[in-house]
């Protein structure tokens, strides 16, 4: 079975440039998430998506990031302008929704965005 | 919201024991999580534990919870050089929402 699929692997950008990352879930897993891991943090939310709706967006800085996840498939997050700032790690994530357990969540390996 | 710690770094040498400890400060957390993250790769789930038990075994994993201390530990028995990652340790709090701790490098010495 496939996992988490991400691309780009790698993004190197100068400031005020757009930025898109994407992401392919497991087959089957409705929650999608999308992580920010800066150097030598854990991974802080960004956005969770049940289906194509975002139930939790409230740690998503919306003055310069987008997500949408339409057909409750794919998903995108994009960062325009990027800023320096914004150089780290973007995880996805999925999971199958409705389980007793929430916290078995399946990770890419993660778009490392690098602003200059 | 949660605060989950831990510490940055643990080197042991292979074969002997390894402990990452973690102290999260909500007490409504439902599931505790150990998650391992390898160079250049995402996190990978090893374990997890319920909120209602005190010791969870799992092969060479043994996860142990102290609800009154807010307090829970990885043993990882015969440490391999295989098992050189990032240890994070996770908590579900309200909103089902996972809080990650800042991850402790496990390095494994010959």
């Known amino acids: 079975e496939a996992g988490v699929v991400q691309s780009p692997r790698y993004k190197i950008i100068e400031k005020k440039q757009p930025v898109a990352f994407w992401c392919n879930p497991i087959s089957g897993h409705n929650t999608l998430y999308w992580y920010l891991q800066n150097l030598g943090q854990g991974p802080e939310l960004l956005i969770r998506y049940e289906n194509e709706e975002a139930v939790d967006d409230s740690q998503l800085p919306k003055d310069r990031f987008s997500a949408e996840r339409l057909k409750g498939v794919d998903s995108t997050l994009k960062i325009q302008p990027a800023e320096l700032g914004d150089s780290a790690v973007y995880l996805c994530?999925?999971?199958?929704?409705?389980?007793?357990?929430?916290?078995?969540?399946?990770f890419g390996e993660g778009s490392r965005l690098t602003v200059l | 919201g949660e605060d989950v710690e831990q510490s940055l770094f643990l080197s042991v040498r292979e074969g002997d024991s390894s402990v990452i400890n973690c102290t999260y400060t909500?007490?409504?957390?439902?599931?505790l999580y150990w998650y391992k993250q390898e160079p250049g790769a995402g996190l990978q789930l090893l374990t997890y534990i319920f909120s209602n038990m005190d010791m969870k075994q799992d092969q060479r994993l043994t996860v142990l919870l102290n609800k009154k201390d807010k307090h829970l530990s990885l043993r990882i028995a015969d440490t391999q050089t295989g098992d050189s990652a990032i240890y994070f340790c996770a908590g579900e709090g309200t909103a089902s929402k996972l809080t990650f701790g800042t991850g402790t490098r496990l390095q494994v010495t010959l």
């Open positions: 909500d007490s409504s957390s439902t599931y």
């Open positions: 994530a999925s999971s199958a929704s409705g389980g007793a357990n929430t916290g078995e969540l399946f």
